[in-house]
C-alpha cells in the first residue's frame, strides 16, 4: 500500500513537471517565438496560455510595447554651412518577432545600438537639407516626417521594428558660435538702441524748438497787445486829464502840486537846497498859488 501510493505521488509529481515545462503563459504586452534546437519553428505567438515540448522547445518571449530611445546629442551642419547641437528621441516597437530575434538575437540593447546610428545619420541628412531658419521655424514637425517614413520602412524590412515617432527636444548652437551670435546680436541691439537714442533727441530738439518758436510769437503777440492797451490806457488818461483840467484848472494844477509835494517830501533823509521863492512853493504861501 505505501508502495503503490509513493508510485501515485511520483506519477503524480512527475506529471506536475511535465505540464510546467510544457505550458506558458504569453501576456497581452507580450509576443513569443518558439524555437527547436536555435531554429524558429512558430512566430508570432499570441497571448494566453501556450505549450511547448520540453527540452526539444524553448520559448522566447518580447515586450511589444511602445520603447523610447533617448539619442546621445549630435552636432550636425545645416544647409547653411551653420553647426547645431540637437538631443532627440525616438519610439520605437516590435512588430516582427521572428526578424527582430533573427537581427538582435532577442536584445533591446543590441536592437538600440543598431537603431541609433541610423536614427542619427537620417537626421544629419535631413538637418544638411536645411537652412538653420527654417530649422528653428514651424517646419520642426516638417522636418521629422521624411526620416520617420524612411527609417520606418527600413527597419520593419531588417529587424522587425516600427519607427512610431522622431522628436527633437532641444537644438542648441556650439559654444563658440553662441559667443559669435550672441555678441552679434548685443551688437545690433546697442546699434538700434544708438539710432532709438539719436531719434529720440533729434525728436526732442523739434519739439523744444517748436516750443521756444511758440513761446516766442505767444510772448510777442502778448507785448503787442500790452502795448496796444497801454496806449490807448493812456490816450484816455490823458483826455481824461485834459477833460478835468478844462473844467477846473486851478485846482487840477493845486493837486498837482500836492502830489509832487508828497513825492517830494516821502523821504524824511531826502535834503532839498531850493529857494522857498521859486514856483515849486509857490502853493507854501496861499492856497490860490500867488505871490
Not at 514637425?141 to 527636444?169: F, H, Q
Not at 497787445?225 to 478844462?246: C, H, K, P
Request: glycine share 4%; no cysteine.
Amino acid at each position: 500500500m505505501h508502495a503503490r501510493s509513493f508510485v501515485a505521488l511520483g506519477v503524480l509529481a512527475g506529471a506536475a513537471l511535465l505540464a510546467s515545462s510544457s505550458l506558458y503563459v504569453v501576456n497581452e504586452t507580450e509576443r513569443a517565438i518558439r524555437l527547436q534546437f536555435g531554429e524558429v519553428v512558430e512566430t508570432d505567438i499570441q497571448p494566453g496560455l501556450q505549450w511547448k515540448i520540453p527540452v526539444y522547445n524553448t520559448v522566447r518571449l518580447f515586450d511589444t510595447r511602445v520603447q523610447t530611445l533617448d539619442a546621445q546629442s549630435s552636432r550636425y551642419l545645416t544647409g547653411d554651412r551653420k553647426g547645431v547641437i540637437v538631443d532627440s528621441f525616438l519610439k520605437w516597437r516590435i512588430v516582427d518577432v521572428t526578424r527582430y530575434y533573427e537581427s538582435t538575437a532577442g536584445s533591446e540593447l543590441a536592437a538600440e545600438r543598431l537603431i541609433a546610428p541610423r536614427v542619427d545619420e537620417s537626421l544629419r541628412n535631413e538637418f544638411g537639407r536645411r537652412t538653420l531658419a527654417e530649422i528653428v521655424s514651424e517646419q520642426r514637425d516638417e522636418l521629422m516626417t521624411r526620416p520617420i517614413d524612411e527609417l520606418n520602412m527600413a527597419l520593419v524590412d531588417e529587424m522587425g521594428v516600427s519607427i512610431l515617432d522622431i522628436r527633437v527636444k532641444q537644438i542648441d548652437l556650439p559654444t563658440e558660435v553662441s559667443n559669435s551670435v550672441y555678441e552679434r546680436m548685443r551688437t545690433e541691439r546697442q546699434r538700434e538702441a544708438r539710432e532709438y537714442r539719436a531719434e529720440g533727441k533729434e525728436q526732442a530738439e523739434r519739439i523744444r524748438a517748436a516750443a521756444d518758436r511758440s513761446r516766442q510769437v505767444i510772448l510777442a503777440n502778448a507785448q503787442k497787445e500790452a502795448d496796444i492797451l497801454r496806449g490807448e490806457g493812456d490816450a484816455m488818461a490823458t483826455a481824461i486829464y485834459s477833460e478835468a483840467y478844462d473844467q477846473d484848472s486851478q485846482f487840477y494844477s493845486f493837486l498837482r502840486s500836492m502830489e509832487a509835494y508828497r513825492e517830494a517830501f516821502s523821504n524824511k533823509d531826502d535834503i532839498m537846497v531850493v529857494s522857498p521863492k521859486s514856483e515849486f512853493f509857490r502853493y507854501m504861501e496861499t492856497s490860490e498859488g500867488r505871490r
